[in-house]
């Protein structure tokens, strides 16, 4: 079965400077979240999107912004990098948003030199 | 650098032995909740999941019991396997359906 698409897998940074990750839902699925998740720790939640549409939004520095697309797929932003930005960064999938079962993307793992 | 993670719980049993993974989670009007399975470097799986108008429920495998007197999930794991070694995490659901996840649990399994 199809699962959630995650790009680029690795990413290696400079302080200052900027990336976008990108995500893929499951097809059909019209709901998408992001999660942070440093070294041996849960993950955070950051954003979500129902149907193009911010639903919801956690922890996330305004230096990040996102949006998600009228395909469905989103991307997360991020500027001005800071060592503490290192980790692996996930995308969660689900259709519809309450108790609906969320399944996760590889991750993308940000690394800022 | 990487900043030093926090040390996880360790849960070690021997393979073909039961496993039961614990977890307190925060919100008492959490409805959904879901464990996941991470191996390392790769994104949390769905394993099981229960809502709050049942206390257990039971897949291949695995249990899921809900107490949500004390705010208590579980995972049983029957007849543990190698393969099932890996960071295993609960997470609730509430409030538009963000996911709020506790503290993960490595369990490691012995041949």
């Known amino acids: 079965a199809a699962g959630v698409i995650q790009s680029p897998r690795h990413l290696i940074k400079e302080k200052r400077e900027t990336a976008t990750l990108k995500c893929y839902p499951i097809?059909?699925?019209?709901?998408v979240y992001w999660y942070q998740q440093g070294p041996g720790q849960d993950p955070q939640f950051l954003i979500s999107?129902?149907?193009?549409?911010?639903?919801d939004k956690g922890s996330i520095p305004d230096r990040f912004s996102a949006q998600q697309f009228s395909d469905y797929h989103s991307e997360l932003n991020m500027s001005s990098l800071e060592l503490g930005d290192s980790a692996l960064y996930f995308c969660?999938?689900?259709?519809?948003?309450?108790?609906?079962?969320?399944?996760f993307g590889p991750g993308t793992r940000l690394t800022v030199l | 650098g990487e900043s030093v993670g926090l040390h996880l719980p360790t849960l070690s049993v021997q393979e073909g032995d039961n496993s039961i993974i614990n977890c307190a989670y925060s919100?008492?009007?959490?409805?959904?909740f879901i464990w996941y399975k991470q191996e390392s470097g790769k994104g949390p799986q769905f394993i099981i999941d229960?809502?709050?108008?049942?206390d257990k429920r039971q897949g291949q495998r695995v249990t899921v019991l809900l107490n949500k007197t004390v705010k208590h999930l579980s995972l049983q794991i029957a007849a543990t396997q190698p393969g099932d070694s890996a960071v295993y995490f609960c997470?609730?659901?509430?409030?538009?359906?963000?996911?709020?996840f506790g503290q993960g649990t490595e369990l490691s399994v012995k041949p």
């Open positions: 969660a999938s689900s259709l519809g948003l309450n108790l609906n079962t969320q399944y």
């Open positions: 097809p059909r699925h019209d709901t």
């Open positions: 999107f129902y149907e193009k549409m911010q639903s």
């Open positions: 919100n008492s009007a959490s409805d959904y």
């Open positions: 229960i809502r709050s108008n049942m």
């Open positions: 997470a609730e659901n509430f409030d538009g359906g963000k996911l709020i």
